[in-house]
Every structure is written in C-alpha cells, then in structure tokens.
C-alpha cells in the first residue's frame, strides 16, 4: 500500500522516526542504530516501508534500502516472527549478517537479538535456509558496499573464492562458509593461506 516514504525528518530516536510529508507526519518504526543519530533532523528521507495492519492499530515499519526491507518480510514468512521480532533481528544484525548466518548455521548470532532464543534461531535457519543462495549472498553483500559507498576489499574476494574452493572440493555450502567465517583474521589473508586454515576447522 505505502511503498516508501520520502520527506524531512523530524523526529528520531532508537525505535522509529517521524517524517512530515506535505505536512503529514508519519510515524515509522526502524531498526535500531540505523537511523538514530545517524541521519541529522531536518534532512531529506527516503524510507521504504512495509505497513502492518492489526485489528487495533495500524503500523509503519521501515528501511533505508530495498534489500533491508526484502529480508525483513522474509523474517514475517518465519512462523513465530512479528513485526516488531523481524526488527529487532535487524536491530542486531544487517541483512547481509544475517544471510550468512543463516547460511553457516549460525543460531548463536542470531539469537544475540531483543526476544530472539536459540530455538527460535534455529528455527529460523531451518526455515529461511533454502530461501537464500551462498553465491547471491556475496553478490548482495558487494552490490549493498557499493550503494553504501564503501570500495570492494581484496578480503571480501578472498572470503568468497575461498568458500568457493570449499564447495569445489566437494563440501556443502554450510559447512564451507562456517569453516571460512571461523578463521580468525581471514580478511587479510592471501586465497591459499585462507583455505588452508579452513580446511583445518574442517577436521
């Protein structure tokens, strides 16, 4: 119904902001730590919004980007997972953080969100996990850096070829990327010195 909202922000705090639109203030509900304190009052939005209607309320919940937006209503297809759930996972973790945690299998990141148990984490994975491709989770996370303005890194190349290397020689994607993320200082290390110490969490 409301795709996005654009206007002055007048108002913010950790749980939403207020954007007058001609004169219409709409109240939205945002991730924490994404809006609050880093756009300055009074300056032009642009949030993507998702409205949730209840039998007693109806709510704005919004975005800076497409893809924030995209996987939080992959959060709503999550059974157990509300709105107000969905944001507090992103409150805690990016889109592309939680794609790869999703994808390593890694509850215990996931479950460092407001409300969030281990079950309820798991639950997630087994549920969100064939939604998500490996591949298009390095592609996302690139093409987000880039809209950010933050230049590709030798180490966000390296982390893929390696996980790469990985399923190449047989091992599932999960286990690949988990091995990977487990090796400590792997951003500046060359391909083969990082695919030798994953090979190693392997064992």
Do not use: W
């Amino acid at each position: 119904m409301i795709g996005y909202v654009k206007g002055i922000l007048e108002e913010a705090d950790d749980q939403c902001i207020i954007v007058d639109n001609h004169g219409i203030g709409y109240r939205i509900f945002v991730p924490g730590s994404v809006f609050s304190g880093a756009i300055p009052i009074g300056q032009e939005v642009k949030i993507y919004t998702y409205l949730n209607v209840k039998e007693d309320a109806m709510q704005l919940y919004g975005f800076a980007t497409r893809d924030d937006l995209r996987v939080f209503k992959l959060l709503l297809g999550v059974n157990g997972i509300g709105p107000k759930a969905g944001l507090g996972i992103l409150s805690a973790l990016s889109a592309d953080d939680l794609r790869f945690a999703v994808l390593a299998d890694d509850a215990a990141a996931i479950a460092k969100a407001p409300g969030i148990g281990k079950k309820t984490a798991q639950k997630l994975i087994l549920e969100l996990k064939d939604k998500l491709d490996l591949e298009d989770a390095f592609e996302q996370k690139l093409a987000n850096q880039s809209a950010a303005g933050i230049p590709e890194t030798e180490g966000d190349n390296q982390l893929q070829e390696a996980v790469q290397a990985l399923v190449a020689l047989g091992y599932p994607n999960t286990d690949a990327l988990r091995a990977v993320k487990k090796v400590e200082g792997a951003e500046t290390m060359d391909v083969e010195t990082l695919l030798k110490a994953a090979l190693k969490k392997m064992i």
